[in-house]
């Protein structure tokens, strides 16, 4: 089976930089995937890592080390629009089949 | 980009009736569709994989008589929940595969009293 651990709350400063880490177990790699969810809403897609290293998309940065099943989100110039919860998440294949989700990370964000 | 609507956006229900959440990708064609259920403060736990034209497969600890999923045409899968009880209540989101990605519905907020 698949699973994926994330801290459940994290508080960072407004402008600051924080950084979401995220470990998984899996039987079979395809990618790991980043999603934002505000309360009430959605999830929408950030970002997804197939390969090692880190993949930038303006404010948002994901890492991945396949090696460790280890990877990390982090949020530059944090924004208070940026309250909301975050989600690793595994896709079973390819990004357009099924996802498993880790349980999430609260960001709170201090003005 | 892509959009996938949900319909209605919240509903509520007394216990023991049935309620039809319709989920629609507006501008592609989506051979499949998940339903995924989320409890407050908590994960989306996927349901089941909805393909059109055949039959859904649900995950593990899914009654498939309770959730009944429907995926008649390449842009709309439907949920029914059956015989709805309080414990039904929760946010229930599809989403849609299109061009290799997939994309998430608003979202339909279910409360049974």
């Known amino acids: 089976g698949q699973s994926l651990e994330q801290p459940s709350e994290v508080t960072a400063v407004e402008g600051a930089i924080v950084q979401i880490n995220c470990t998984y177990q899996?039987?079979?790699?395809?990618?790991l995937s980043w999603y934002q969810q505000h309360d009430g809403g959605a999830p929408t897609f950030l970002s997804y890592?197939?390969?090692?290293g880190l993949e930038e998309t303006g404010r948002f940065s994901s890492f991945l080390s396949r090696s460790d099943s280890y990877g990390y989100l982090l949020l530059q110039e944090l924004q208070m629009k940026d309250s909301a919860s975050y989600f690793c998440?595994?896709?079973?294949?390819?990004?357009?089949?099924?996802?498993?989700f880790g349980k999430g990370t609260r960001l709170h964000i201090l003005p | 980009g892509a959009v996938v609507s949900q319909h209605p956006s919240w509903v509520i229900c007394k216990s023991g009736t049935s309620v039809k959440i319709e989920c629609r990708s507006l501008?592609?064609?989506?051979?499949?569709m998940f339903w995924y259920r989320q409890f407050p403060k908590q994960s989306l736990m996927l349901m089941a994989t909805?393909?059109?034209?055949?039959?859904?497969?649900?995950e593990q600890g899914v009654e498939k008589d309770k959730f009944l999923i429907n995926h008649a045409s390449l842009t709309l899968s439907t949920l029914t929940v059956t015989s709805a009880h309080p414990e039904d209540s929760s946010f229930y989101i599809c989403?849609?595969?299109?061009?290799?990605?997939?994309?998430f519905g608003p979202g339909t907020r279910l409360t049974v009293l």
């Open positions: 989403s849609a595969s299109g061009w290799g990605e997939q994309f």
């Open positions: 899996t039987s079979g790699f395809y990618g």
């Open positions: 890592n197939a390969l090692d």
């Open positions: 998440a595994l896709p079973w294949g390819n990004r357009d089949d099924k996802i498993i």
């Open positions: 501008d592609f064609q989506a051979t499949t």
């Open positions: 909805s393909n059109e034209g055949s039959k859904a497969t649900y």
